[in-house]
């Protein structure tokens, strides 16, 4: 198969397996989970966080700060993949600096890209639908899908020299961000969409919207 998209790409591109360009880290035996932060807590992403490539702060689910502390199973740092490997099978997010230092669950798994690989890059290809279509050919169960480390090991990926990476990863990032700023603007108008029915259905006089 790998042979077979080899021989349809540009000169100097690639194919190699996933496994190749980085590291699949599991997050272990799952830590206590607190619904509500104490001093200390450190967030945990879960499946539902992982929206349109990026992670969600909804800070619905902390890790003690107790257990936490000198641990780094599970633990993301700015560059790692998050991908999901259960449900919804192949949610992806790139993780920021502003994540450094929290915890996925076991639901999530994390990949480390080498230096051979560029992370905005390599999340743009595990996110496109090729990918996307592959992890979900190669999951199992039927009433709860999920894929495992050794499984999601084998993805092919299409492999540009770095200067490509770097072009194709900006270009995609820059998309993901007018999603972020369309996506706030819709919800804070649907906020003003709500205050503006509740005084007109209550008779008041509002402003005139711009």
């Known amino acids: 198969m790998i042979a077979d ?120 290809f595990l996110a496109g639908p090729g990918a996307m279509a592959w992890m979900n050919s190669h999951a199992a169960g039927s009433a709860i899908r999920s894929i495992t480390v050794g499984a999601l090991a084998g993805l092919p990926v299409v492999l540009p020299p770095l200067a490509e990476q770097r072009r194709i990863g900006a270009v995609l990032g820059a998309l993901d961000e007018k999603i972020r700023v369309h996506e706030e603007i819709a919800h804070t108008t649907a906020l003003l969409r709500d205050s503006l029915a509740g005084l007109l259905m209550s008779g008041k006089q509002p402003a005139d919207p711009e």
């Open 5 to 124: 998209v080899q021989e349809e790409l540009p000169e100097g591109w690639r194919v190699v397996p996933l496994s190749h360009l980085c590291e699949l880290r599991s997050a272990g035996t799952p830590p206590a989970v607190l619904q509500e932060a104490e001093p200390g807590a450190v967030p945990l992403v879960r499946p539902g966080d992982l929206r349109e490539h990026r992670i969600v702060h909804s800070s619905a689910a902390f890790v003690s700060g107790l257990r936490a502390e000198g641990q780094d199973r599970g633990r993301v740092r700015a560059g790692d993949i998050l991908v999901t490997r259960t449900g919804t099978v192949g949610r992806v997010a790139l993780v920021t600096e502003a994540e450094t230092g929290w915890f996925h669950n076991t639901h999530t798994l994390c990949v480390r890209p080498s230096d051979e690989v560029e992370a905005p890059y390599l999340a743009g």
